[in-house]
DNA sequence: AATTGTGCCAACCGCTCTAGC
DNA sequence: CGCTAGAGCGGTTGGCACAAT
């Protein structure tokens, strides 16, 4: 057996916590700060074990914590975030703004997985049970790739999970003191479910949501927007519903520049490990090179050395020196008309843009170019499926059917 | 009214990771 | 480099509330 439970010991009390604990608890952190969690329960006159207290805080009293019914925006996150990374619900969280990582995995457990069951939806793998071993839809290629995708995706938000903490530590030290799996970041959803197109089997494990979520999102924001580089934008016009990170205290260096048909996006962050670009032609390119500071003849000359694996589609990636350069083609355009992936030639000059306009903002650190592409097929099949996926449980949730 | 079943969620358990020595 | 304490994390459990019988 494993080591003895910290609240073994003799006199420390288990079980649900009282006001007068609570209380005792909350005042001793706000006046002191919680320091050693293990020293904590004295120094507060408190009979639990340090562990237990720095649980009830985290996930209880700590003062940025929003209590309630989740809402629709919260419940699409999870279910597009747990398709991308599984049960790290911690990573989860740093995406919904004051839930805690318990709080989403009770959620998850209890309302959202069973539902999407009834669905007929495996919630591990998130496809249509019938389809849940992957038999027929996916190539090994196409495995490999979307392991690849998985990859990065998930690497990109960790990395930006890790942001947000640092972000809440420079702008507020007692808070991340206080309770460090807070989060300033969001993942924010605009989602207009599209038509009631029954669920159909994906081409490719959903790996990609976010991307396809964004794809609907762009379509949306992009009406509004003028032709060219409006200028910088508020970031509520940013609300993405992809991993983009969003900072509501706007305490953090986003800069933008531009949105929709022919702007450029920039997230550039003064001590941050990635950078995310998007273009004017529906791809992305997000950066993560460990440590080195990013020239355009540097990554021009990379991405020219791989001019060909660009285009060969439906998924392609360039990989030198340990470095992964990925150009992300999630399609910008609308359903009627789709953006083909822009010529290289259009890469460059995007690219161009983009770093002209970085290499103003300051100093980066570390950058990756990472970028996945998906086929037009492939995206508006994945957010089909979603829209699909999404509008019932829009429905079934706010109908309150007995279905659920 | 009593018993049983079910859903929910706060709290616990134990493993892993990391920083400090 | 190895050890240790502290913290983080995901899985699991206990117990309460409510519904069904």
């Known amino acids: 057996m494993g080591r003895s439970p910290c609240c073994d010991k003799v006199g420390l009390k288990k079980g649900p916590w009282t006001p007068e604990e609570d209380q005792k608890l909350l ?88 539902r999407l069951m009834k669905m007929g939806i495996d919630p591990v793998t998130h496809k249509p049970k019938t389809d849940a071993l992957g038999s027929g839809s996916c190539n090994p290629k196409d495995a490999a790739n979307l392991s690849h995708m998985a990859q990065w995706e998930s690497a990109r938000l960790e990395a930006e999970a890790r942001l947000v903490r640092e972000s809440n530590l420079v702008t507020n030290p007692l808070q991340h003191q206080l309770g460090s799996s807070s989060s300033s970041t969001t993942t924010q959803l605009i989602n207009k479910p599209a038509t009631g197109a029954p669920p159909r089997p994906l081409p490719l494990p959903c790996l990609d949501v976010l991307k396809a979520w964004q794809g609907a999102w762009t379509k949306r924001t992009r009406e509004n927007c003028t032709a060219s580089f409006p200028g910088m934008m508020d970031m509520d016009d940013l609300e993405s519903p992809t991993s983009t990170l969003n900072f509501p205290d706007s305490s953090f260096p986003v800069q933008t520049v531009g949105f929709g048909e022919n702007a450029v996006r920039a997230l550039e962050f003064s001590k941050s490990t990635v950078l995310t670009c998007e273009s004017s032609h529906g791809w992305k390119l997000n950066q993560q090179h460990q440590h080195q500071h990013v020239n355009m003849p540097e990554l021009k000359e990379r991405l020219d050395n791989n001019t060909a694996a660009l285009h060969d589609m439906p998924l392609s990636y360039g990989c030198t020196d340990g470095n992964a350069w990925f150009i992300d083609s999630f399609r910008t355009g609308n359903d009627q008309n789709v953006s083909p992936l822009p010529p290289i030639s259009n890469i460059m000059e995007g690219l161009a843009d983009m770093f002209a306009y970085n290499s103003t903002a300051g100093e980066q650190n570390s950058s990756v170019v990472a970028a996945e592409s998906s086929d037009n097929g492939t995206f508006e099949e994945n957010k089909s499926y979603w829209n699909s996926i999404l509008n019932n449980l829009v429905n079934t949730s706010s109908s309150g059917s007995p279905v659920f």
């Open 27 to 114: 005042a001793y952190i706000e006046e002191y700060g919680h320091g050693s969690w293990r020293a904590l329960p004295a120094k507060a006159g408190l009979q639990r074990c340090g562990k237990s207290c720095r649980l009830r805080w985290t996930n209880y009293l700590r003062p940025d914590i929003k209590r309630g019914k989740f809402s629709l925006q919260e419940e699409q996150t999870i279910i597009q975030l747990h398709a991308l990374l599984g049960n790290r619900w911690s990573a989860i969280a740093t995406h919904l703004p004051k839930r805690t990582d318990n709080e989403i995995k009770n959620y998850w457990n209890t309302h959202l997985k069973k």
